[in-house]
């Protein structure tokens, strides 16, 4: 059976265009502390050395659009933004990595060594992470952090307010965790 590359090549964009999407998340908590006692967040700045490494992912723009999704999200939990003693201190982080995979392919017929071609396939790609840190606000220590990791499109480092929604919403989705 002979396979034409006309008729796989959508197959293989579909698969290529839905596993790029797919954001990791998760979190860890200090499980000694209930998280449902905790009622009113302030920010943290964001670190000037940040916004100094990375000025094309921490900008003026991409920073409204976390502060609004997180307040968005806390605020549906109950959770109010106050600067008057507040009981958490919130802080993101972004990271983006450069990272490469290998894979082996093969070309040829198995019939013997002499058809088959071996050959190692190096694919570079980009991955976010964005991290979300919750902090108690009497002694800074941290109580609650969330992340989400997702390939990025094409290396596109462009964070669309959809995008971080998207991520927030779910980084966050299951604080406060429910204790079994």
């Known amino acids: 059976m002979k396979i034409n590359n006309a008729n796989f090549l959508p197959i293989l964009v ?7 999407e797919r954001l990791r998340v998760r979190s860890d908590y200090d499980k000694d502390i209930n998280l449902n006692l905790y009622k009113t967040y302030s920010w943290l700045p964001v670190k000037e050395i940040e916004s100094k490494n990375n000025p094309l992912v921490y900008n003026e723009l991409t ?4 502060k609004r999704a997180v ?3 806390l605020k549906s939990k109950t959770i109010q933004n106050t600067k008057d003693a507040p009981d958490l201190r919130v802080h993101y982080h972004i990271v983006i990595d450069s990272k490469s995979m290998v894979r082996p ?3 040829g017929y198995n019939y013997s060594q002499y058809w088959i071609r071996n050959q190692m396939d190096v694919y570079q790609y980009r991955e976010g992470t964005l991290i979300i840190d919750l902090m108690d606000a009497n002694n800074n220590n941290l109580i609650w952090r969330g992340w989400g990791t997702a390939i990025l499109d094409n290396g596109d480092i462009n964070l669309t307010e959809e995008k971080i929604n998207d991520a927030v919403y779910k980084i966050l989705k299951e604080f406060p965790p429910n204790k079994n």
């Open 14 to 20: 579909l698969l290529t265009v839905g596993c790029s």
């Open 63 to 66: 920073d409204k659009r976390i």
């Open 71 to 73: 307040d968005a999200q």
């Open 105 to 107: 392919s093969m070309y």
